[in-house]
RNA sequence: GCGGGGGUUGCCGAGCAUGGCUAAAGGCGAUAGACUCAAGAUCUAUUCCCGCAGGGGUCCAGGGGUUCAAAUCCCUUCCCCCGCACCA
C-alpha cells in the first residue's frame, strides 16, 4: 500500500468512527484552538506550523488521556474580501489572475464577485486540506464569522453589549487615511501606491502677521526658539482663510486638508505669495520679528506650504538660507534684509558641533536646494540624532538642560495649552486610491474604541497573563511589554464584513475586534451548525448568551424566549462549563502584539476568573529551504500542493522538524523528500520483527530497555513545553540511532519482548507526528483500536540502568579507538585483519584512581601515591593516570571491564571481522602496559 | 530610538540558566566503499588541520576578563531578525 492511500484510509476510517468528535465526559479535558484563517484564499505553508503545533499538542494530550477538543473556525470580517470582490466584479486583471494562480476553476471565477462566494468556498477548501493533512478537528464545530451566520453575529452583539456595560467600549475620534472621492478610509488592500503609511501628527505653529496667522507646520516643536525666517514658495498661489474664527494663510492644498481635520474653513481669498515676501512675521513664543522669504523648496502640498526656518539645525533652511543671501536680488529680496540673518543654535548633541545642520551639509557638499535626495538624508541624520541624544540649552528656557526626546511631548501640550500650537496630521508618502484619487487624513469623529488604555482593564489582564502558561516562556516579556503599551484600539469601520455595532448601527465592528473570545462560541457551534437543533437565531439574544456563559437568568425564562428545549440548554450550558477556558491556543509570534492580547483583555473583562485563558503557544515565521516564502520568490505553497508533493506524515514531521521556540522554523524539502523513506523503513521494519526474536536475556537487552525509558522520559519532557524539535530529535532520531546500535550490538538477533516493546513505543512517540503510518503499523502488529486513541507510553524509572548504559559507553569507546587506529595504520587502503587483541587495565591502576579521587590537586595526589612501594616503581604511568583524571576532573567508575568486553566479544568479532582475544597470556608487544583504566591496551595484527 | 530574540564547525541546527567525559548531538549536503547492468534507495566509513598505534594543534561573531578549566560566567564592540498597531 502506497504511503497515500494509508492515508486516504485512515483519515475515512476516523471520520467513520467519529473519533475526533469530542463531548464533554467524566475525564480531564484538554482544549486546544489556533486563530482561525482568513478566507482569501488557500490555507498555505505559513498556517501550517502554527496550526500543526496546535495539532501535535492535541493528539499528545488525548494520548496522554485527556478528553481533547480540537475545533476550527473561518473568519471572514473586515475589508480584503469585500475589497477583492469588488475588483472581481470590475473584472481587474490582476484580481482574476490571483484566483487563476490559486487554481480556482475558471468559470467559477466570476461567482467571486460575491463576497458570499468566498465566504463559502474558501472555507470549505481549507477544511478539505485540512483533512488531507490528517487534523484530528472536530469538524462540527466549525463556523465563519460576520452577520453571514446570524448565530455568531448575535453571539458578537452579545460580547459588545458586555463590554459597553462595562465602559470598556469609548467613543473618541482618530485620523484615518481617507479617499476624498470614495469617501471612504483607503486601507492598505485599497491602494495603489502607498501601502503602510499611516497619518503622522505634526504641529502647526502660528506665526503673527499682522493679526493673521501664518500656520508653519513642522515635526520638531523644540527648534521654534531657534527660528529666524520663514518661508514660502514664491511660485504658488496661497489663500488666505477663515479658520475656527482666526485668518489663516496656507496654501490652497492645505486648506482642503483642514476641512478633512475637523477644522471650520472658509476661504476668503487668493492671496500672492509675492505679496507676503519681503514683509515680517512674529514668532508667537519669542515674539522676534522675523523676515517671509522666497524658497522654492517648499511644497504646497506638505504642510501648510508655510515654513519656519531654523537655519542652525534644518539642512534645507540653512542651504536655502545660503542661497539667499549669496544673491538676494535673484530672488527679489533687499540685501538689507537678509545679511543680518544667522542661526541660532537651541540643541547641543555630542558628535557635532554648534550648528548640525551647517556642519553636515557642507560635509556632504550640498550646494543647491535643488539636491533633495542628500538635503533628505542630512535631515533624517540630524533629526535622529538630535531628537534621541540632543540636550536643549539656554536659549530654551525652562526646557534647558533636557533632552529632546523627553521633553518633545511635554512642549507640544504646552504649546497647544497656550494657543500658540494646534495639531494637524501630514501623511509621510503619497498614498493613491483605487480609484486613482490621492489620500489624505481625515478626523474621523464619533468613532468606537476598546479602552485598552484603561489602567484597571490593564491590571485585570495583567493577572490573567501572570496565569497562564506560555510556550515558550522567554515570549513572556514579550507579552508584558504590550499589555502595558496597548492603548485604546478603534473598533469600529464604516466598512467590510462583519456584526453592526448594536447601539450604533452605521458601524460595523472591525476584524481584530469580533475575534476575542469566539473559542467560548465553539463549545455551542455545535449545536449552531447543527440544523436538526432547530435553533432559530432571531430568538437568541443577550439573555440566552448571558445564561450560557455567565448563568445569569434562570432557565425557564431563557427557555420561554429562545423556544428551545430546556433539556438542549442545559446540555449547552454544560457543555461550555466542560470545555471552558481553552488550555492552549498557537499562533505565530506577530499575534502578541494584538490578537492574543486582546483575546486576553476581552476574557478578563467579561468572564469571571475561572474561566481565563490557560496558555499561549507562539512560534516564528516558516521559512521555506531559508528563504522568506513569498509569492514574488516563486516559493509560495499551499497546503495541498505540499500535501500533494510529500504526503501528510512527510509534510507534518518536515514542519514539526523546522524549528521551535521564538525561532523561525525552516521548511526543509530536502528533509521531507528524504523522511518519506524513513517512515516506510520504519513500517516495514515493525512488521517484519514485531513479536519475532530470541527468548533468551541478554545483558544488551537491558541497555536497550535503560535507553527506551531514558527516550521516553526526555520525549515526554519535550511535548509538555511543546518543544516538538526536540521531541522527534529525542523519540525518533535518537531511538532510531540506538536501536541501530542494538541490533548490532546484539548481531540482529533481538530478544523478542524488548524489539516488541521498542517498536510499541517507537510508535507511540511518533504517533502525534505521522499518524497515519503509525495506525498502519498499530494494525498491522495486531492492535484493535486507533494507535491516536492509545496511551502514551509510561516512563519506568526502574528500567533505567546506569551501570548498563556506562558499560555500553565503554564499548563504544573501545570500537572507536581500534577503528581509529586502524584508519590511522591502514590510510584509506584496505588492509585485512589478522586478529586484534586487547589488555585491560592492571589492578593497581584503578587502585591508584580511588586513592587520588578525593584529592585537591595533582600535588596531592601525586604525593600520595608516590607514598606507595607499588605505585613508586610505575612512576612514569602513575603520573600520566593522575595527569590526566585531573586534567579532565573525570575518575571513572570502576567496573570489570575484561568481563563485559567478554560479553561484547562476539559483537566486535562481527564488526571487525576478524579474531579477538582480551586479555591473552603472551604478551609481546608490552601492550598491557599502555592500559589505562576504562581505556585498554589495543594491539592490531594485520596479515 | 524603544522592547524582544539571535550570531556555533559546508548548510540547518543542539549545547549554552547546573563551566570540566565538547572537535562540539542530530539532520541535510559532500567524499569513498558495498550492493546494482545502471540510476535511485539502502548499508558502512570519512567530512577543522596535522599524524604509519588510539596522539597533537586551532576552534563556537570580534576584543578583554574571571577560573586549575569557558561555546558555556562577567564586561565591551560589531552584526542579523521581529514588533512599535487601528491591518488580516
Known amino acids: 500500500m502506497s504511503l497515500l492511500e494509508m492515508e486516504k484510509k485512515w483519515q475515512s476510517k476516523w471520520e467513520e468512527a467519529r473519533i475526533f468528535y469530542s463531548d464533554p465526559k467524566k475525564m480531564k479535558k484538554f482544549f486546544v484552538n489556533f486563530p482561525y484563517p482568513y478566507v482569501n484564499g488557500f490555507m498555505h505553508l505559513g498556517h501550517s506550523f502554527s496550526l500543526m503545533r496546535a495539532e501535535i499538542f492535541a493528539r499528545y494530550k488525548r494520548m496522554r488521556g485527556y478528553n481533547t477538543v480540537f475545533p476550527f473556525g473561518f473568519h471572514a470580517t473586515g475589508t480584503p474580501i469585500v475589497a477583492a470582490a469588488e475588483r472581481v466584479k470590475d473584472g481587474e486583471k490582476s484580481q482574476i489572475e490571483i484566483l487563476e494562480k490559486m487554481d480556482v476553476p475558471k468559470e467559477l471565477i466570476p461567482k467571486f464577485s460575491d463576497p458570499e462566494f468566498w465566504v463559502k468556498y474558501f472555507p470549505q477548501k481549507s477544511i478539505e486540506d485540512l483533512k488531507l493533512l490528517g487534523l484530528c478537528v472536530d469538524w462540527r464545530r466549525s463556523f465563519i464569522t460576520t452577520s453571514l451566520n446570524p448565530f455568531y453575529d448575535k453571539f458578537i452583539k452579545w460580547q459588545f453589549n458586555k463590554l459597553k456595560e462595562k465602559n470598556f467600549v469609548v467613543k473618541g475620534e482618530h485620523p484615518v487615511t481617507w479617499c476624498p472621492k470614495c469617501n471612504n478610509p483607503i486601507g492598505d488592500h485599497a491602494r495603489l501606491e502607498g501601502e503602510g503609511i499611516t497619518p503622522e501628527e505634526i504641529i502647526l505653529l502660528k506665526f503673527k502677521f499682522n493679526g493673521k496667522i501664518l500656520p508653519a507646520a513642522t515635526y520638531r516643536v523644540e527648534t521654534v526658539f531657534g527660528v529666524t525666517n520663514m518661508w514660502i514658495n514664491p511660485e504658488f498661489k496661497y489663500v488666505e482663510a477663515e ?57 504646497p502640498e506638505i504642510g501648510t506650504g508655510i515654513v519656519m526656518s531654523v537655519p542652525s539645525h534644518a539642512p534645507y533652511d540653512y542651504i536655502a538660507l545660503k542661497d539667499i543671501q549669496s544673491n538676494p536680488l535673484k530672488y527679489g529680496v533687499s540685501e538689507t534684509l537678509v545679511k543680518n540673518i544667522s542661526p541660532i543654535p537651541l540643541i547641543i548633541v555630542e558628535d557635532f558641533g554648534k550648528n548640525p545642520a551647517i556642519e553636515l551639509s557642507e560635509k556632504m557638499g550640498i550646494s543647491s536646494q535643488e539636491d533633495v535626495d542628500m538635503l533628505e538624508e542630512a535631515t533624517n541624520i540630524i533629526y535622529k540624532k538630535e531628537f534621541h541624544q540632543g540636550v536643549l540649552n539656554e536659549k530654551t528656557g525652562k526646557y534647558e538642560g533636557v533632552k529632546v526626546s523627553d521633553v518633545k511631548k511635554v512642549i507640544v501640550n504646552d504649546f497647544i495649552n497656550s494657543g500658540i500650537a494646534t495639531l494637524f496630521y501630514e501623511l509621510p508618502g503619497k498614498v493613491t486610491c483605487r480609484c486613482l484619487s490621492k489620500g489624505v487624513v481625515r478626523i474621523v469623529s464619533d468613532q468606537w474604541f476598546l479602552a485598552y488604555g484603561n489602567s484597571e482593564w490593564k491590571d485585570l489582564a495583567k493577572k490573567c497573563l501572570a496565569q497562564m502558561n506560555i510556550y515558550p516562556e522567554k515570549a513572556r516579556k514579550q507579552f508584558e511589554y504590550v499589555l502595558d503599551w496597548l492603548k485604546d484600539w478603534a473598533c469600529t469601520r464604516e466598512f467590510g464584513l462583519g456584526t453592526k455595532l448594536p447601539w450604533d448601527e452605521k458601524w460595523v465592528i472591525e476584524s481584530l475586534s469580533d475575534s476575542t473570545i469566539y473559542m467560548a462560541y465553539y463549545t455551542l457551534a455545535k449545536y449552531f451548525e447543527d440544523p436538526s437543533y432547530n435553533i432559530n437565531p432571531k430568538k437568541l439574544d443577550d439573555y440566552f448568551f448571558d445564561y450560557i456563559y455567565l448563568n445569569i437568568g434562570n432557565i425557564d425564562e431563557v427557555t420561554a424566549k429562545s423556544e428551545l428545549p430546556k433539556e438542549l440548554i442545559s446540555e449547552m450550558k454544560e457543555e461550555f462549563e466542560y470545555w471552558y477556558p481553552f488550555e492552549f491556543r498557537n499562533s505565530g509570534k506577530d499575534l502578541i502584539q494584538n490578537h492574543l492580547s486582546f483575546c486576553i483583555f476581552n476574557h478578563v473583562a467579561i468572564f469571571p476568573e475561572n474561566l481565563w485563558p490557560k496558555g499561549f503557544g507562539v512560534n516564528g515565521w516558516v521559512l521555506v529551504d531559508g528563504e522568506k516564502m513569498s509569492k514574488s520568490k516563486g516559493n509560495f505553497y499551499t497546503i495541498r500542493q505540499i500535501v500533494s508533493m510529500y504526503g501528510a506524515d512527510a509534510a507534518r514531521i518536515t514542519l514539526m522538524n523546522g524549528g521551535e521556540g521564538l525561532d523561525d522554523p525552516n521548511w526543509d524539502s530536502e528533509f521531507a523528500r528524504t523522511i518519506t523513506d524513513k517512515l516506510k523503513n520504519w513500517h516495514d521494519f515493525c512488521i517484519e520483527n514485531y513479536g519475532k526474536g530470541r527468548t533468551e536475556k541478554l545483558y544488551i537487552d537491558r541497555w536497550f530497555l535503560s535507553v527506551l525509558n531514558k527516550t521516553i522520559k526526555e520525549t515526554t519532557e519535550a511535548m509538555e513545553e511543546t518543544n516538538f524539535r526536540t521531541a522527534l530529535s529525542k523519540g525518533f532520531f535518537g531511538l532510531q540511532r540506538d536501536l541501530k546500535w542494538y541490533l548490532k550490538r546484539c548481531l540482529n538477533s533481538p530478544n523478542k519482548e524488548v524489539i516488541s516493546e521498542a517498536i510499541k513505543i517507537q510508535t507511540l512517540l511518533l504517533a502525534p507526528f505521522t499518524p497515519h503510518i ?108 593522575i595527569q590526566k583524571c585531573f586534567k579532565n576532573r573525570y575518575f571513572p567508575e570502576k567496573f570489570n571491564e575484561k568481563e563485559v568486553l567478554n560479553e561484547a566479544k562476539s559483537f566486535l568479532k562481527e564488526e571487525f571481522k576478524t579474531k579477538i582475544n582480551i586479555d591473552p597470556l603472551e604478551d609481546p608487544g608490552n601492550d598491557r602496559k599502555k592500559s589505562l583504566p576504562r581505556k585498554p591496551g589495543i594491539h592490531i595484527y594485520f596479515m
Open 243 to 299: 479658520v475656527d474664527g482666526e485668518i489663516w494663510i496656507v496654501s490652497p492644498i492645505a486648506a482642503d486638508k483642514l476641512t478633512n481635520q475637523k477644522h471650520d474653513i472658509k476661504i476668503i481669498r487668493e492671496l500672492d505669495p509675492n505679496d507676503l515676501i519681503g514683509r515680517t512675521c512674529e514668532n508667537p513664543l519669542t515674539g522676534n520679528k522675523i523676515p517671509i522669504l522666497p524658497a522654492t523648496f517648499v511644497s
Open 774 to 881: 503509525c495506525e498502519e503499523i498499530w494494525e498491522k502488529i495486531g492492535f484493535k483500536s486507533f494507535i491516536s486513541n492509545a496511551a502514551w507510553p509510561e516512563y519506568r524509572e526502574y528500567m533505567i540502568d546506569k551501570i548498563s548504559e556506562e558499560s555500553e559507553y565503554y564499548i563504544e569507546d573501545v570500537v572507536n579507538d581500534i577503528r581509529e587506529i586502524i584508519n590511522i595504520l591502514s590510510r584509506g587502503e584496505l588492509k585485512a585483519l589478522e586478529k586484534i587483541e586487547i589488555f585491560t587495565a592492571e589492578d593497581w591502576k584503578w587502585e591508584l584512581i580511588e586513592l587520588v579521587r578525593n584529592k585537591e590537586n595533582i600535588g596531592e595526589a601525586t604525593k600520595t601515591a608516590m607514598s606507595k612501594e607499588e605505585f613508586r616503581k610505575n612512576a612514569k604511568d602513575v603520573n600520566l593516570i
